[in-house]
């Protein structure tokens, strides 16, 4: 027996007219007079009265309602169902992420995912902070992390607030020997990320009135460690970036206190995706228990 039986019955019972209920289904109205003669015989009794003013249920047509009502609710969950294990075990997920959670959080989040999923492809694209978030404002990936401002319309859920560190050659001591001041700073080069100075540590160096003249840009955060080494420079490192990057180095808070907050975005239009939501649970698990913290969405920007 066609589940569409079930459709038309109900949707003439919800109109009360073949007419009304053959135009939400886009068929004729002879269509729906057929499908109901077919149930009718199928059941082995009428559903309808039928009049002038329309159409009734008859008792027998009355007691039956509700369990195809259910039938077609059972249906929809089963349809539901379907579409998620589908989407759990086959399909792709392209995620956007700069170095420091490359190399520290994706080899164990994505390690205990693909356990679980082994059918889902993953693709990681590096990039920085703008790219990132660009890439997920165009569709190109579905889970990207990046800091904070976002700007653009996305779901952002916050993961962490990262210490950001003034790192030195090893033996440098600060003037109060615990964190970094004015007075340490003064004469020094920077060494820095060009992508880094364009956010959180721009703001640091204004604080301690640095001027561009006294920076140099490096490629990654291995190399300013090196030029660190070498006593090129000084160099303003995240917490996480230290975190795989041993050296011949010292790390000082600032006087000031200073972090970035790491944030996870995902495009509105994916954000519903079974996959997805996985992965993004998973990541979501591993921040919590990695850091001892509660990760909840957010509308900050």
């Keep these: 027996m066609s589940t569409f039986s079930y459709h038309v019955f109900v949707s003439v019972v919800r109109y009360g007219s073949f007419f009304h209920a053959s135009q939400l289904l886009n068929v004729t109205p002879s269509a729906v007079s ?7 015989e199928q059941l082995g009794f009428p559903l309808f009265l039928r009049s002038r003013s329309g159409m009734t249920l008859t008792s ?3 007691q039956v309602l509700p369990y195809i009502q259910q039938l077609l609710s059972d249906e929809a969950t089963l349809m539901q169902i379907s579409d998620d294990i589908k989407g759990l075990q086959s399909g792709s997920i392209k995620i956007g992420a ?3 959670v ?3 959080w994706l080899p164990h989040i994505l390690g205990v995912f693909s356990k679980k999923y082994p059918e889902i492809d993953i693709s ?7 790219e990132i ?9 579905d889970v990207g992390f990046t800091t904070l401002p976002v700007s653009e319309n996305l779901d952002v859920i916050p993961l962490l607030d990262d210490p950001i560190y003034c790192v030195t ?11 970094m001041t004015e007075q340490d700073i003064v004469n020094h080069k920077f060494i820095l990320q060009k992508v880094d100075y364009d956010r959180d540590t721009k703001l640091i160096l204004d604080y301690y009135r640095v001027g561009p003249n006294a920076i140099n840009f490096s490629i990654d955060d291995q190399s300013i460690i090196a030029m660190v080494e070498a006593g090129i420079g000084l160099g303003i490192l995240p917490k996480l970036a230290l975190q795989k990057n041993p050296g011949n180095i010292a790390i000082f808070p600032f006087e000031k206190p200073a972090s970035r907050k790491i944030v996870l975005v995902t495009n509105k239009s994916k954000a519903a995706s079974p996959s997805v939501i996985e992965l993004v649970t998973e990541i979501k698990h591993f921040i919590e228990k990695t850091y001892n913290t509660k990760v909840t969405p957010s509308d900050e920007k």
Excluded at 124 to 130: K, M
Excluded at 169 to 179: A, L, R, Y
């Design 98 to 100: 700069f170095s420091s």
């Design 34 to 40: 057929h499908s109901i003669n077919q149930l009718e």
């Design 60 to 62: 027998e047509g009355s």
């Design 124 to 130: 990681i694209v590096q990039g920085s902070f703008e």
């Design 133 to 141: 978030t660009q890439y997920i404002k165009s569709g190109e990936l």
């Design 102 to 104: 490359c190399i520290n």
């Design 169 to 179: 050659p090893e033996g440098f001591v600060p003037k109060n020997d615990q964190s």
